[in-house]
């Protein structure tokens, strides 16, 4: 652990340590069951005297944050629910804040947090998933716990490509890419598409995970208002000519945050503006097995005749979220 303590403070050096250990276990950085170092070696690290540390955890243990073990060491304690929430949250406003604000949120007994977009995991299909890696052990064996290859397993790929017929999207198998969900999906476009100091043109307000991972990448986003048809469409133009960006991030059905469906006019409008400026468009399709009346709206990709449109999607959202299973559909050029 890296821990800084100062010196000059009035604070007690043993308090310091023991708030910002405490810090860590709230945040998740140091989930429970995990082992703290030994009085030893943070001493020696930290430059400390042993009697410094030793207090430290003996503060912890005390508000149950910490179980030490005689012969095996100090180990982060399980949640209860005496250790007090944290009331920091919303102090910094960047995406990987917000992001591990929403994580920790979640993790205290009892809360309900509409922040995460997933399903209750009583809903999770948990019998059928059972069966199916049952059934997938039992015909193929060892082998299917073997590596794949990098594009991914070419059976899930050629179903994935019959389940996106039912989307209106002809694509082969060898035009997807299977991702540990969208999140690498986006990155790895990121990658692709993009160099540290160029410009994307996203929604605003758009996805958080997106801005985090354009903030990893060192990618600049503009943003295009959002009302109730979705993306301005018309706004987009005159970022396309003054910023000249790498690509446009758009989730058309059902957006987040808002919730919104972009409508025909402008995907088709989206559409022809790419193909116009030569800048690729990537669509999230990741909310549209999530409508409850009728069906989803055709994706972009679907109305796309010259590979301008790259979609990512998951089953995160519609199966089970640990699975992290994401695919990319892209054509050749990319």
């Not at 035009?175 to 476009?189: C, K």
């Amino acid at each position: 652990m890296q821990i800084t303590l100062n010196r000059n403070s009035p604070q007690p050096l043993y308090t310091q340590l023991a708030q910002d250990i405490q810090r860590r276990i709230r945040s998740g950085a140091l989930p429970p069951g995990a082992r703290l170092p030994t009085v030893r070696e943070l001493a020696v690290q930290l430059g400390v005297t042993r009697l410094t540390v030793h207090t430290a955890y003996s503060e912890l243990q005390s508000g149950g944050w910490v179980e030490a073990t005689v012969g095996r060491g100090t180990f982060v304690a399980a949640p209860s629910e005496t250790i007090p929430m944290q009331t920091d949250y919303g102090r910094d406003m960047s995406a990987p804040s917000i992001l591990n604000d929403m994580v920790r949120l979640a993790r205290p007994p009892g809360m309900r947090s509409l922040a995460m977009a997933d399903a209750a995991p009583d809903l999770y299909p948990t019998r059928e998933f059972g069966r199916a890696l049952d059934e997938a052990l039992t015909t193929g064996g060892a082998s299917v716990l073997s590596y794949t290859p990098s594009q991914g397993d070419p059976l899930l790929r050629t179903t994935l490509a019959d389940l996106l017929r039912e989307r209106g999207l002809n694509a082969a198998p060898d035009e997807i890419v299977i991702t540990s969900g969208a999140t690498q999906a986006m990155s790895l476009i990121g990658r692709a598409l993009a160099r540290p100091g160029d410009t994307v043109i996203v929604e605003q307000p758009t996805y958080l995970g997106l801005l985090n991972v354009l903030n990893a990448q060192r990618l600049c986003p503009i943003g295009v208002p959002v009302d109730e048809d979705g993306m301005q469409v018309d706004a987009l133009e005159a970022l396309l000519k003054e910023h000249q960006p790498r690509f446009i991030y758009t989730i058309p059905t059902f957006q987040n945050p808002s919730g919104v469906c972009l409508s025909a006019e402008r995907r088709a409008r989206l559409l022809e503006l790419a193909e116009r400026y030569r800048v690729p468009v990537v669509e999230d399709d990741i909310y549209s097995a999530l409508v409850y009346e009728g069906s989803a709206p055709p994706t972009i990709k679907s109305s796309d005749r010259t590979g301008q449109v790259l979609m990512i999607s998951s089953f995160s959202k519609a199966l089970i979220p640990g699975v992290r299973i994401g695919y990319v559909v892209a054509g050749p050029q990319f």
